[in-house]
């Protein structure tokens, strides 16, 4: 993916990076699927962002174990699980 196109992801929240010690973005790998964005990941970065999660919180709470789910939320998203994951995040807001 053209290093613009991911710029643009970020600022469009389709897509979260880790800052790393040196001070360059990376993006995880597990958000990725091939050369495409995990399906239903955008839906979620929205749904965490609304509920006031910023971008280290969201990072954080996505590669957390949950062992309702089990394993953690980017899995469960990846797996086409992401519904539950969902109501997982919105219950964190009430």
């Known amino acids: 993916m053209p290093i613009g196109r991911v710029r ?3 600022r469009d929240r389709k897509l979260l990076a880790v800052k790393r010690p ?3 973005l ?3 790998a597990a958000f990725l699927d091939g050369g495409h964005i995990v399906k239903g990941l955008h839906g979620t ?3 965490l962002c609304d509920c006031g999660f910023d971008e280290t919180e969201a ?3 996505l590669f957390t174990d949950d ?3 089990p394993g953690t ?3 469960a ?3 086409h699980r992401r519904t539950e994951v969902n109501r997982r995040a919105q219950a964190l807001a009430f």
């Open 8 to 10: 643009q992801l970020l």
């Open 73 to 75: 939320p980017i899995k």
């Open 22 to 24: 040196d001070g360059t």
């Open 26 to 28: 990376s993006v995880p």
């Open 77 to 79: 998203i990846a797996e």
């Open 45 to 47: 970065l929205t749904l």
């Open 67 to 69: 062992a309702t789910l």
């Open 59 to 61: 990072l954080r709470w």
